[in-house]
């Protein structure tokens, strides 16, 4: 018995590396190798004494053990001269290829030579110790390459690490495989990987179950992903026997022909990849993995045939190893943008240019270990999963020490109640297992423990309705603990009024106190609390959230907690399903509530993605999001920097301040000049009939919530009912000051254009814009505040608070507020809705003799103005002209579509 082999354990096989077995030894000789089954059982003659340093053998099938690759390690010392090496090649090569190794390697462990044993170039011609003729050739491209790998160990005392547990050994694994096939007995050149591209597979594939099924591109998508993963498992060998001894791989389940093979699969095969892949807690308790059934089920008349022509197509088209890396982000685009069906609550499929764009303008590569990236509404796991293709990210899933760790921990949470719907997180599983196909290639054996990495990063929340919203900590004042959120979250569904109903069930109203409308104000708040101080969110945002008057608390919010680095408009059709105008809202979290923000945000006008806007969704060359993703990477290192592009802006931060209470759609920050000039102006979108109608569907859903909301909000607050008012005319002088402005000559206004000086506004009929400006006003106090009424024209008003200079003319009139207990909005608001009670039009001018008559009904409390019911009442006639002002948005943006039959 080998003494060696006995010390080291060898007897019945050596180190693990995957499908392979390293054997560490120099004191055994072929012979006694053989007896134990280690190498080939053959004749080895006078050579069965040789004593090789080191093997690599594949002994799965123990009757036909192969020798990969013959190693001879020397000392240093030993190594140096040209002489010294030749010989040490020599004696390497003679063992290869007495043996039948594909490989020789030599090294002192700092240099590696690479020799291929089966083919001999004329130079490297020798006659051995033994008088046998022999030759050799390098193997270009790795000659003398400084390698570590789990083969080679410089210790001889040393055992390797089971798998090769660093980047280093998992390259030279790779290059081990790459080496197997690419020389041969006429060719000693690796050869590129051919990578395999499955597109058309799957396109065939899903029309095979869709028709047998009319399953929706999610499930049928879903079907593809659970077979291509039991073909891909079986062409890297990790499927052969399940528990019982039943064979599970690919190969076994086809020759069973159409008749049993669906069967067999059934019964056999799935139980063992759900076993494989556990779910992180019980089915029934909501878990999930990425076997969990597919459209195709036992008993239906047809399915076996179509399973059967599904494995034929697979088995047509040859092994899945080196998958083309677009294909991996590219699948569930390709599948989902053609005709994925609507979720109810809103969710929809987000671009893979958008996702990608995102990313990169995130900082993602700028994030240390141990941080933690989140998608809190991830569907099918783009955001989460895009970033494992980076350059920057491709090893924050990693080997180490025979444990798959996470240098940045990413975390995906979808919300689901019916099977279909729970498929989004099933769908995001499986497609990081084709994510991390290369990794999982390389270290097979723990292809169990990517079951876990793929459980502690995507999460079902199917407990409430509230989904990811019910994650909220116990503390009001909590920081949240993620470094990035990068997400496009549902937007406006039906039953959103059920959510604040949940929400005071699961005691989370405090952490949602904005009241802000729809899903998508919900998770902007969640977004925005669950940062840490100093994260980043990305949010793709509906135009909604930015134009409704109902909002005005959320942006406020945001101003308050975040700083807004970005906000950038995209295409109406972006999105696959809907023709929903939205945007893309870049926050960082401010070290406290209510700093100041100092620096000004980055706008830009996107009118193409890279793809064309329709069904069809054809790359084209044009991208401004590319030009934008690429201007505010800039713009953010430098924010003084301006870029020189009609399509971007650098707004001050006082324009959002200032628009608050109106809007921050930004495209409307350019003038229709502006927009003429980039020729988008006159562009009209079109829509298919189907789309149209459902952006009547999703906007009345919208409004219906709207209603809901301000109807909540209305019903029980102050009722003119309830209180008591007193009759005050505007000619009564204790309260009022009635007065016309000057006659001003055009020829004055028009010397004062270029006047530094002239910086006093002057009103005229149209009250609400000025028409020119002075340098001095025919009005001499400004201590309190003024309603200003046009004469001529429409009779309307506006308000000009106490301190604001102005001037006017004989076509303005203006009502100086002289008692603080009358509140001017109030007073403003009463005379709108008066106005036509008193006749006031073209025809009748309303001048100041006529516009004494007028009697306003004031709210009074014990013979005093009731200010508080003024402030209540302004409040809500400014929430009703806000609901006017979103219908007649909403009215005015259908409109604006053509329809295509």
């Known amino acids: 018995m080998s003494e060696e082999l006995q010390q080291r354990d060898l007897l019945e096989g050596g180190v693990k590396v995957g499908e392979y077995e390293y054997l560490n030894i120099g004191a055994t000789s072929l012979n006694d190798l053989k007896k134990y089954q280690l190498i080939p059982f053959a004749d080895y003659s006078i050579y069965g004494a040789r004593k090789p340093d080191a093997l690599l053998v594949d002994r799965r099938d123990k009757k036909n053990v192969r020798v990969i690759a013959v190693v001879e390690h020397k000392r240093a010392s030993k190594f140096r001269t040209d002489k010294e090496q030749i010989a040490a090649i020599q004696q390497c090569n003679d063992v290869a290829q007495v043996l039948g190794a594909s490989i020789g390697i030599i090294t002192d462990s700092q240099d590696y030579i690479w020799i291929n044993p089966q083919y001999g170039d004329a130079e490297n011609n020798y006659v051995d110790s033994n008088g046998v003729s022999r030759s050799y050739s390098f193997v270009k491209d790795v000659q003398k390459q400084k390698l570590l790998h789990p083969f080679i160990i410089s210790n001889r005392n040393d055992e390797p690490d089971i798998l090769g547990l660093n980047d280093d050994t998992r390259d030279t694994y790779s290059l081990i495989q790459q080496l197997l096939g690419s020389i041969s007995e006429s060719n000693s050149t690796i050869k590129a990987d051919k990578t395999n591209d499955p597109t058309e597979l799957a396109k065939q594939i899903w029309q095979d179950v869709w028709s047998v099924s009319g399953a929706t591109p999610e499930n ?3 079907t593809f992903v659970e077979l291509f993963i039991f073909k891909y498992l079986s062409d890297l060998d990790i499927l052969n026997k399940d528990i019982s001894g039943n064979d599970v791989n690919f190969d076994s389940v086809y020759n069973l022909g159409e008749r049993y093979a669906f069967s067999n699969y059934v019964k056999n095969v799935r139980p063992y990849l759900k076993q494989l892949f556990k779910p992180e807690k019980p089915l029934e308790e909501g878990g999930t993995t990425i076997i969990n059934g597919t459209v195709l089920t036992g008993g239906v008349d047809g399915h076996d045939q179509v399973f059967f022509k599904i494995l034929t197509r697979f088995y047509n088209f040859g092994p899945l190893k080196n998958i083309e890396p677009n294909f991996k982000s590219n699948l569930f685009e390709k599948f989902l943008k053609e005709s994925i069906s609507k979720k109810n609550w809103g969710q929809f499929f987000t671009p893979r240019k958008v996702i990608k764009s995102i990313i990169e303008m995130s900082g993602l ?3 240390h270990p141990g941080s933690k990236v989140c998608d809190p509404f991830c569907g099918v796991g783009g955001f989460v999963l895009e970033p494992l293709l980076t350059k920057e990210r491709k090893n924050d899933v990693y080997v180490e020490g025979g444990v798959v760790k996470r240098k940045v921990e990413y975390f995906g949470y979808d919300k689901g109640f019916a099977l279909d719907e729970q498929k989004t997180i099933i769908l995001a599983k499986a497609n990081m297992l084709i994510f991390l196909s290369d990794l999982i290639a390389k270290n097979k054996p723990l292809v169990g423990s990517f079951a876990d990495v793929f ?15 019910d994650l909220m900590p116990a503390d009001e004042d909590y920081t949240g603990p993620y470094d990035l959120i990068l997400t496009n979250p549902p937007y406006v569904t039906s039953g959103s009024s059920n959510l604040k109903d949940a929400l005071r069930a699961r005691g989370l109203e405090e952490f949602y106190k904005i009241s802000a409308m729809g899903v998508e104000g919900l998770a902007v708040e969640w977004i925005i609390k669950n940062l840490k101080v100093g994260g980043k969110a990305f949010i793709i945002v509906p135009d909604g959230i930015l134009n409704r008057q109902n909002d005005n608390k959320l942006r406020r919010f945001i101003l308050d907690e975040c700083n807004i680095d970005c906000l950038i408009s995209l295409p109406v059709n972006t999105f696959f399903t809907t023709p929903k105008k939205t945007y893309v809202l870049g926050l960082t979290k401010k070290d406290r509530k209510g700093d100041k923000q100092y620096l000004p945000v980055f706008t830009y006008l996107v009118s193409e993605i890279g793809e064309t806007l329709d069904v069809y969704r054809f790359n084209i060359e044009q991208n401004d999001l590319e030009v934008a993703k690429n201007l505010f990477n800039m713009f953010k290192v430098n924010r003084t920097f301006v870029p020189d592009d009609k399509r971007c802006k650098i707004q001050p931060i006082e324009r959002f301040i200032k628009e608050l209470d109106s809007h921050w759609s930004v495209d409307r920050w350019w003038s229709k000049e502006e927009k003429i000039g980039l020729g988008i102006e006159e562009a009209v979108a079109e829509l298919s009939k189907e789309e149209f109608f459902s952006l009547i569907k999703e906007s009345s859903k919208e409004f219906m919530l709207m209603a809901k909301q301000d109807e909540d909000t209305l019903t029980g607050t102050v009722s003119g009912e309830e209180l008591v008012y007193r009759k005050i005319c505007l000619s009564d002088r204790r309260y009022f000051k009635l ?12 010397n004062n254009r270029n006047n530094p000086n002239a910086n006093i506004p002057v009103f005229s009929a149209n009250v609400a814009t000025a028409f020119g400006s002075l340098e001095s006003s025919n009005i001499k106090e400004f201590n309190n505040p003024y309603i200003l009424w046009g004469i001529d024209g429409d009779f309307e008003f506006s308000y000009k608070p106490s301190g604001e200079v102005f001037a006017t003319t004989d076509h303005c009139g203006t009502i100086e507020i002289l008692d603080k207990g009358i509140n001017p909005q109030y007073l403003l608001h009463i005379l709108g809705l008066v106005k036509h009670e008193y006749g006031f039009d073209r025809g ?20 005093d103005f009731d200010i508080e019911a003024q402030k209540n009442l302004v409040e809500r006639y400014n929430q009703i002209g ?3 002002k979103n219908i007649e948005d909403m009215a005015a943006a259908i409109a604006s579509y053509k329809v295509k039959l």
């Open 220 to 222: 049928c998508l879903y």
């Open 844 to 863: 009748l001018r309303s001048s100041l003799q006529n516009i004494q008559k007028i009697e306003v009904d004031f709210p009074v409390l014990h013979d």
């Open 365 to 367: 590569e700028n994030l």
């Open 455 to 469: 459980n502690r990063t995507f999460h079902l929340r199917t407990k409430s309705i509230l989904g990811t919203l």
């Open 739 to 750: 007065s016309i402005g000057k006659r001003i000559l055009k020829k004055d206004l028009f």
């Open 882 to 884: 806000g609901i006017q």
